[in-house]
């Protein structure tokens, strides 16, 4: 079992910035990503990085703007989130696999075996 816990949400102006945390315990060396679900809209990928942090994925809304990264030794994996906009305004989900992330399974929801119950983000205009 793996329980994961977000931290690090709130609200920003656009333009502005946060650092989303997801610690984890238990088995901590799975491969994690981000997911967010905006109000009345499906849950969707954001990005995801290897049980290593070596490689990351990443949705196109997500390049150039959010970069994921991880903690080995506080088993943490943190989403930098920069020049946001009022469309990134959602709850923000952390999840772990027990499997292998490729680019081919890295953005399906049902990859992911273990989910954190979520973080808001809310990006004023």
């Known amino acids: 079992q793996v329980q994961l816990v977000e931290t690090g949400g709130g609200l920003v102006q656009a333009g502005g910035s946060l650092k989303l945390s997801c610690s984890a315990s238990?088995?901590?060396?799975?491969?994690m990503g981000w997911f967010r679900q905006a109000p009345g809209k499906k849950r969707v990928f954001v990005a995801a990085?290897?049980?290593?942090?070596?490689?990351?994925f990443y949705a196109d809304s997500a390049k150039g703007r959010f970069t994921i990264t991880r903690d080995m030794f506080k088993n943490t994996i943190y989403l930098q989130l920069n020049s946001l906009k009022p469309e990134d305004t959602a709850i923000y989900y952390c999840?772990?696999?027990?499997?292998?992330?490729?680019?081919?399974?890295?953005?399906?929801?049902?990859?992911?075996?273990?989910w954190g119950q979520g973080i808001q983000v809310t990006v004023s205009s």
């Open positions: 999840a772990a696999t027990s499997g292998t992330l490729t680019s081919l399974n890295a953005r399906k929801l049902d990859e992911y075996d273990f």
């Open positions: 990085i290897t049980g290593t942090g070596t490689i990351t």
């Open positions: 238990g088995r901590t060396s799975n491969p």
